[in-house]
């Protein structure tokens, strides 16, 4: 089989691609070109590039560059942007993920004649006994990133490989080790490839692209209780960052308004509510829609690596859905995703409005 393995410059991808060599497939590793600007922290510097490059060259497969550049910066750089700029709290990784790797990259692929693609995602596909696919957890729990790729499709999983789903992170490298490949001890990346801590972070990369305003900190009461040097930069749920003296009794970020340049804050018990309401709402297939819809039993999950949460029901419209919880749970930032999961099964997700 031919198979277009995604290579970020990271072991994980490294060591997919040697799987997959490794099983007679015909390997080509690609390295997307995504971003120009400064990197320090994730998958777009030139050095990942030069690492996907000589790996490639240690496995003795081809390898080559697609410049997604454009794509990269209208559907990942400038909603990340807008979405600050209306107070909400995007998931760029998430997005790169159902515009980039799984979209464009996969077209790029059919029309080459490639029969699959493949990346070093910690997940895997399982299949269902009526047939169809779904992604599952990876089994290394720290690592599982099943989160991040909910929006993937039944048919697009017909078309995907994660090779490195059943190892753990421990197992990678000490494969990775074996081969004498340079990413072995590469450390993970961690945060938004795009923004560079050198460069000063986050709010110097919106500060560029936004006017940021400072707000009032307010009570529930209306009682203005502190300030913040820009209202774009708090999230729902923030304690952290907010300036507000600690007297036994922490107080959070409830709500972001920041057309009227308010965040108002109250206590952890403020923050709890019953249900939440979805945009951008995607399903694995058909059939996995007409289980949740039909009351099936389902967890969720509201972060990459959250304890999956009981639901009580979930309410599909169109691509909007309600979700009901079982128990009052913290209200979760808009522009996060919850992601629906029939045990270890993804069945898919949306986006907090």
Same mark, same amino acid.
């Given at each position: #089989?031919?198979?277009?393995?995604? #290579?970020?410059?990271?072991v994980?991808?490294s060591?997919?691609?040697?799987m997959l ?10 390295? @997307?070109?995504?971003?120009?600007g ?7 510097? *030139?050095?990942d590039?030069?690492?996907?490059r000589r *790996? ?58 490639? =029969? ?6 910690h ?28 929006m @993937? ?11 490195? %789903? ?8 000490t494969?990775a ?6 990413t072995?001890?590469?450390p ?6 795009f923004?560079?801590?050198? %460069? ?11 006017a ?22 708090v999230?729902?749920? $923030? ?11 922490p ?42 819809a039909a ?5 969720? $999950? ?9 639901v009580?029901? *979930?309410?599909? =419209? ?8 079982? $128990?009052? $749970? ?22 907090v409005?």
């Open positions: #089989m031919q198979v277009m393995v995604a #290579m970020s410059g990271g994980d991808s060591v997919a691609a040697a060599r490794d099983e007679g497939h015909e390997v080509v590793g690609v390295t @997307l070109k995504l971003w120009g400064e990197s320090d922290s994730g998958c777009c510097s *030139v050095s590039v030069d690492d996907a *790996v490639a060259q240690q496995l003795g497969i081809d390898h080559v560059v697609f410049n997604f550049g454009d794509e990269f910066l209208a559907e990942v750089v400038d909603p990340y942007v807008a979405d600050h700029a209306a107070g909400r709290t995007p998931n760029p990784c998430i997005e790169c993920n159902r515009h980039l790797k799984f979209d464009r990259l996969l077209v790029r692929a059919r029309a080459l004649g490639f =029969d699959a693609i493949a990346t070093g995602h997940a895997g596909v399982a299949t269902t006994a009526s047939g169809a696919r779904r992604i599952r957890r990876g089994v290394d729990p720290a690592k599982d990133q099943s989160y991040v790729l909910h @993937l499709t039944s048919e697009q999983l017909a078309r995907v490989l994660l090779p490195i %789903g059943d190892l753990t992170k421990a197992e990678v490298r494969r080790e074996a081969l004498g490949l340079r072995a001890a590469k993970d990346s961690q945060d938004v490839c923004i560079s801590h050198a %460069g000063g972070g986050r709010s110097t990369f919106l500060g560029s692209r936004i940021l305003r400072p707000g009032r900190l307010v009570s529930t009461a209306g009682e203005e209780v502190g300030t913040v040097d820009a209202v774009e930069l999230t729902i749920g $923030q304690r952290r960052g907010l300036g507000l003296a600690g007297d036994g009794s107080r959070y970020a409830l709500a972001v308004d920041v057309a009227g340049a308010t965040v108002t804050v109250g206590h952890a018990e403020e923050l709890l509510q019953m249900g939440e309401s979805l945009r951008v709402v995607t399903w694995v297939d058909e059939e996995a829609r007409a289980e949740v009351g099936a039993s389902v967890t969720a $999950q509201v972060s990459a690596h959250g304890a999956p949460l009981a009580a029901a *979930v309410m599909p =419209d169109g691509d909007r859905a309600t979700l009901r919880w079982q $128990q009052p $749970q913290r209200r979760i930032a808009p522009g996060q995703s919850i992601v629906f999961y029939d045990s270890d099964c993804v069945l898919g997700g949306g986006i409005v």
